[in-house]
């Protein structure tokens, strides 16, 4: 069985400090994962996925596969990163359902 | 608004009875997905379709839940005799579905408040 993990319900951060949002994933096979986003009254959105190895915002996140984690990093917080963070596995072969973990709120303070 | 788009945003219903969301997905996209939120979690994966096959159920699907796609375009989402865990945001999400990993763009969701 396939489970996502996100330790921290809440993450709080003054702006300009660096953020680490943590996930761990248990999957037998090769996943694929995300990082999906939500701010304040919009609908969830894909912020990056670990094979574009891209950085979005200002994010990025490496798949670590020996300890099996894929955290989001930042070096600089913005208020704007204030926001509910789901970090999201897909098995291939499985026409790419999602399962997420439980979410981290990521609330950046002046 | 050419995005996903779900009807309606809020239902509140009394324990017992029907109810039935839609689901427009983006247009011309192939695969569309049903989740669950409840509150405190993260989405929960229910049904998804391949045009109009639904290929995969969760077991999170009891008998009362049913799904439909019939034309390949929109989806809806039936739960019968409705009870009060049923409470939750019920989101849909669509895909182009041509590949494996194809990012999949969400609704703005219906919450379900079962009294």
């Known amino acids: 069985a396939q489970r996502v993990t996100q330790p921290e319900k809440l993450l709080s951060v003054f702006k300009g400090a660096p953020v680490e949002l943590k996930c761990n994933y248990s999957?037998?096979?090769?996943?694929?994962l995300f990082w999906y986003v939500q701010y304040s009254r919009q609908r969830l959105q894909l912020l990056l996925r670990?094979?574009s190895r891209e950085s979005i915002k200002g994010f990025t996140a490496d798949l670590n596969k020996g300890e099996t984690s894929f955290h989001l990093k930042k070096p600089f917080a913005q208020e704007e990163d204030s926001a509910m963070y789901y970090c999201?596995?897909?098995?291939?072969?499985?026409?790419?359902?999602?399962?997420f973990g439980t979410g981290t709120r990521l609330q950046v303070t002046l | 608004d050419t995005g996903v788009s779900q009807d309606p945003r809020h239902k509140i219903t009394k324990r017992g009875q029907n109810v039935t969301f839609r689901c427009d997905p983006i247009?011309?996209?192939?695969?569309l997905y049903w989740y669950r939120q409840t509150l405190g979690q993260g989405p929960e994966f229910l049904t998804y379709?391949?045009?109009?096959?639904?290929?995969?159920k969760s077991r999170l699907l009891s008998d009362r839940f049913s799904a439909e796609r019939p034309k390949g375009s929109f989806s809806t989402l039936e739960i019968q005799r409705t009870e009060q865990g049923d409470s939750a945001m019920y989101l849909c999400a669509s895909s182009p579905g041509t590949g494996g990993l194809i990012e999949q763009y969400f609704g703005p969701g219906t919450r379900l408040t079962v009294t």
């Open positions: 999957y037998s096979g090769s996943p694929e």
């Open positions: 670990h094979i």
């Open positions: 247009s011309e996209h192939n695969r």
């Open positions: 379709f391949q045009n109009e096959a639904q290929l995969e």
């Open positions: 999201a596995l897909s098995s291939t072969g499985t026409a790419s359902k999602l399962t």
